[in-house]
């Protein structure tokens, strides 16, 4: 890690946190906040941070329910704690009455348990690459930064929330706010739900340089750093108010690290020290976000499970990997891969050997008889096929220089990319009453993906949501990634793509009899994109829906984005998407 770049002081940082104006004036990134975590069949989970500066004496109370138990976990120096209550039954609502502290008043938390054996319908939410914070800067600025270090006097102006921005969290607290029957069941975050290296955006960022190798904390400050980017972001009205609506599982990628950690080369680079930038990385990422997951222990995470999912490996490519898996009802499956932890594109590995196994014992979990949905997440798109354009930027942009090795499909990782493929299009095409839903990020803009196998059957589909929100989408809303043959005989087709601040919504329906595979549809929440759009119906208690059949979707050969005229229309209010928002 190179430290010339001059360091900002941590009261500086926080600062440029500050919005204004601010959208949501009770917000606020010092509160305390009380959140969901994913539940089981037979326990809730709460996340629950205190007063930045403060401590949680919390107390936890379920009415009428005398066989409730709770266990808190306290997880780290800022006093993030879980609360795990057990003893509860499969599918039911419950109201859970907190207390954050003695002087605090009661809060009324209503949350649900995981159905066990039941087929009811369910849908959920999926977003990733959420960097809400815009920052007042010319493009003179950011060039001038990147060869000039700015003196530690330096005030960075305060950063503003794009009127889409705004948009898109109030779409998502709208959603996770809706009566029960029409509510998600959950939210899952594909990763980069923080930024700790942010561009352009240089008040907010820790990590500076092309490569992100300049840090800009002074080395006594760098937990402090930490603090407040997951402050300022998960305190962020409404996203805040969804995540204590709806219970959420997260996953990390780069950006809560370093931009291509892993895909670097000099993560561990004799003469450059990046174990303490790691450490914080993992401890505040288990903290903040991995406490949510469910975990691996049956009732529960312990105190020493969460110690040593921080734990930093001997070699920093080597880190004990954080996947995660569940089911929901009796007809879903879902596996949540780290592409982080045990990632190093100098040594050929995106995964450890362990989690390859892990994921095709997850394949290998359901009978082949009953009727499932399996939903992979990858942070890093699956299916997707590299084009032209993106060579052309990774191989002579040198902030781009690392995805030549980011991305699955990169040579160097060509073994990993043919095995997970490989072992996805043999299982489905073993196991007909299968179906496959990939959901992935990183790319900043939305896409679905049709997949079929080596005989033309389609198996699944890929998702692809992002970002929640971004200070720039890329451009070219009409194109879509053709017919591309990938490894280990599968193709893949695009169906559609957009760009522009959006998340999405699945929705799995058992089928009653089981003797089909679950139908799975799909709609894109998005707020006002680049190219002017919103969508079709922004304020309607519900919004169109697209099946994804195992059969062949048409698309239109001229226009190849026509899929999305579904979901968008011209927008109406001829507002402009950069435009700042304003306080409600």
């Given amino acids: ?70 266990q808190l976990v306290k997880l780290g120096a800022s006093g993030v704690m879980r609360a ?18 003695p002087q605090a008043p009661t809060r009324i938390v209503r949350a649900s348990t995981a159905p066990a054996a039941s087929n009811e319908p369910f849908s959920f939410l999926a977003a990733s690459c959420f960097s809400p914070f815009a920052a007042r800067q010319t493009l003179s600025d950011s060039l001038l930064e990147l060869r000039v270090p700015k003196l530690n006097g330096f005030e960075f102006p305060g950063p503003f929330v794009a009127e889409r921005t705004a948009h898109v969290l109030e779409l998502l607290e709208q959603r996770a706010l809706a009566p029960a029957p029409l509510r998600p069941s959950f939210f899952l975050g594909l990763g980069d739900q923080i930024y700790v290296d942010t561009g352009a955006r240089i008040g907010q960022s820790m990590l500076a340089g092309a490569r992100s190798d300049r840090q800009r904390y002074a080395p006594g400050e760098l937990r402090e750093f930490y603090e407040t ?29 370093r931009d291509g950690w892993g895909s670097q080369g000099d993560e561990n680079a004799h003469g450059g020290d990046w174990r303490p930038h790691l450490q914080a990385a993992r401890d505040y990422y288990v903290a903040w976000q991995g406490a949510r997951n469910p975990p691996r222990a049956p009732n529960g995470g312990t105190l020493g499970e969460y110690r040593g999912l921080m734990q930093v490996g001997p070699d920093l490519t080597r880190s004990r990997e954080l996947d995660f898996r569940f089911d929901w009802g009796s007809q879903a499956t879902f596996f949540v891969m780290d592409l982080r932890s045990y990632r190093n594109s100098s040594e050929n590995r995106v995964v450890s050997e362990e989690q390859l196994l892990r994921l095709e014992q997850w394949l290998g979990s359901r009978r082949a008889d009953v009727p499932t949905v399996f939903v992979l997440g990858s942070p890093l798109p699956l299916c997707q096929a590299p084009r032209l354009f993106d060579r052309f930027q990774e191989r002579y942009v040198p902030s781009r220089r690392d995805d030549m090795t980011d991305a699955w499909w990169s040579p160097p990782l060509s073994q990993q990319h043919l095995r997970v493929l490989g072992t996805l299009r043999q299982h489905f095409s073993a196991h007909p009453l299968h179906r496959l839903v990939i959901l992935s990020g990183d790319v900043h803009f939305s896409e679905l993906l049709e997949l079929t196998d080596e005989q033309g059957r389609v198996f699944g589909h890929e998702i692809i949501s992002s970002g929640l929100s971004q200070t720039f989408f890329k451009i070219l809303r009409t194109t879509t990634q053709k017919d591309s043959q990938l490894p280990g005989g599968v193709r893949a087709r695009g169906i559609g793509r957009f760009h522009g601040p959006a998340f999405a919504e699945v929705f799995v329906t058992p089928d009653e ?31 169109k829906r697209l099946e994804l059949p195992l059969s062949r979707l048409p698309v239109s050969l001229f226009r190849l984005s026509s899929l999305f005229d579904r979901f968008i229309e011209p927008d109406l209010h001829g507002r402009d998407p950069t435009a700042v928002a304003q306080p409600r």
């Fill in 1 to 70: 890690m190179n430290s010339t770049e001059a360091t900002v002081s941590a009261e500086q940082f926080r600062r440029a946190f500050v919005l204004d104006p601010n959208p949501w004036p009770g917000s606020s990134a010092d509160r305390a906040l009380l959140q969901l975590g994913m539940p089981h069949a037979h326990g809730l989970s709460l996340w629950l941070a205190p007063e930045r500066g403060g401590a949680l004496q919390p107390t936890i109370a379920l009415p009428g329910q005398p066989a409730a138990q709770t």
């Fill in 84 to 101: 795990d209550i057990s003893g509860l039954s499969p599918g039911t609502t419950y109201e859970v009455a907190v207390r954050l502290s």
């Fill in 229 to 257: 980017v997951y402050r300022a972001t998960f305190s962020l009205e409404p996203f805040a108010a969804a995540l204590a609506a709806l219970p959420s599982a997260l996953m990390w990628d780069d950006h809560e690290i």
């Fill in 513 to 543: 009899r089981a003797v089909r595979p679950p139908r799975v549809d799909v709609t894109f929440h998005a707020s006002v994109t680049a190219s002017g759009a919103t969508l079709a119906n922004v304020h309607g208690p519900s919004a």
